[in-house]
T-cell receptor, first 110, second 116 residues
Framework: KNQVEQSPQSLIILEGKNCTLQ??????????LRWYKQDTGRGPVSLTI?????NTKSNGRYTATLDADTKQSSLHITASQLSDSASYIC?????????FGGGTRLMVKP | DAGVIQSPRHEVTEMGQEVTLRCKPI?????LFWYRQTMMRGLELLIY????????DSGMPEDRFSAKMPNASFSTLKIQPSEPRDSAVYFC??????????????FGPGTRLTVL
């Protein structure tokens, strides 16, 4: 069964600190991997989309990495801000199917 | 651009009633997606359309769920009859791409459905 596992489930960090969220998947064959940010009460917003051949992709203070060999992705947030408090969802696409991770809930405290 | 528009934002209904959720995608987008999100199951893709044609409805949970896209600017998700376990937030998203390609999907604000 295709799975996407995210860790940690929740994370609290201080404003200004960096953090890294993990996404491990067993989806095969692999098409692309997406990271979404979802603020409470809002719809998800796309941060990055990575294909098999891409190792790193950045979007401002967000940097996603992908290791297709080990089937691992990470989302690194640099110099965190209070507005980074949200859930971060990893989604892996395989052909016509999407498999969603359970998300990591990040809280940034002042 | 107003983004993806969904209505209503909140819906409370009683078990057995028909519920219709509405979505207006971003103008010019040709793919539309319906998702459901719950605490227990997270985010799930229910169905998606390309050029108003349903491409994959394998995520639709039961025959009680149906979705239509009569034109490029409007889609509905209907639940008939509704049950308490249908309580969730339903998101609509659109993209300028065919299906599940690498193009960005833009999500609406969601409809929070509560079935009593």
């Amino acid at each position: 069964k295709n799975q996407v596992e995210q860790s940690p489930q929740s994370l609290i960090i201080l404003e200004g600190k960096n953090c890294t969220l993990q996404c491990n998947y067993t989806v095969s064959p692999f098409s692309n991997l997406r990271w979404y940010k979802q603020d409470t009460g809002r719809g998800p917003v796309s941060l990055t989309i990575m294909t098999f051949s891409e190792n790193t992709k950045s979007n401002g203070r967000y940097t996603a990495t992908l290791d297709a060999d080990t089937k691992q992705s990470s989302l690194h947030i640099t110099a965190s801000q209070l507005s980074d408090s949200a859930s971060y969802i990893c989604v892996v696409s395989e052909g016509g199917m999407l498999t969603f991770g359970g998300g990591t809930r990040l809280m940034v405290k002042p | 651009d107003a983004g993806v528009i969904q209505s209503p934002r909140h819906e409370v209904t009683e078990m057995g009633q028909e519920v219709t959720l509405r979505c207006k995608p971003i103008s010019g987008h040709n793919s539309l997606f319906w998702y459901r999100q719950t605490m227990m199951r997270g985010l799930e893709l229910l169905i998606y359309f390309n050029n108003n044609v349903p491409i994959d409805d394998s995520g639709m949970p039961e025959d009680r769920f149906s979705a239509k896209m009569p034109n490029a600017s409007f889609s509905t998700l209907k639940i008939q009859p509704s049950e308490p376990r249908d309580s969730a937030v339903y998101f609509c998203a659109s993209s300028f791409a065919r299906g599940l390609s690498t193009d960005t999907q833009y999500f609406g604000p969601g409809t929070r459905l509560t079935v009593l």
